[in-house]
């Protein structure tokens, strides 16, 4: 079992910065896919960046790529999103999810196939 907290949001003039960070419980932080996935209202959850088990490889939605930047921190059992450059389509609900995996080059993007998610955390971009 995984506990997800997410925290760091909030409101943001177009062209800021927000770092957003996911903490996890557990022992085995390491064995997860951390993946950042937004939603808002009325619109289906949409992927936006995934970092693999040790941290060297990552993926992005074309929408923010060149912006945002996922990293984790295995000691501290943390993922984080870095965001700069934001727009105002940017605003959403952020979550951090976990999918385990037994291989460490795993990119998962399809959020059915994660297993734990966070209460998520409101991040809004004004104009």
């Known amino acids: 079992q995984v506990q997800l907290v997410e925290s760091g949001g909030g409101l943001v003039q177009a062209g800021g910065s927000l770092r957003l960070t996911c903490a996890a419980s557990g022992r085995t932080f390491s064995t997860y896919t951390m993946g950042w996935f937004r939603q808002t209202p009325g619109k289906e959850r949409e992927f936006v960046a995934v970092?693999?088990?040790?941290?060297?490889?990552?993926r992005y939605a074309d929408s923010v790529k060149g912006r945002f930047t996922i990293s984790r921190d295995n000691a501290k059992n943390t993922v984080y999103l870095q965001m700069n450059s934001l727009k105002p389509e940017d605003t959403a609900v952020y979550y951090c999810?976990?999918?385990?995996?037994?291989?460490?080059?795993?990119?998962?993007?399809?959020?059915?196939?994660?297993?734990?998610w966070g209460q998520g955390t409101q991040v809004t971009v004004s104009s």
């Open positions: 970092v693999n088990r040790s941290g060297d490889r990552t």
């Open positions: 999810a976990a999918r385990k995996v037994y291989t460490i080059v795993v990119l998962t993007t399809d959020d059915d196939m994660y297993d734990y």
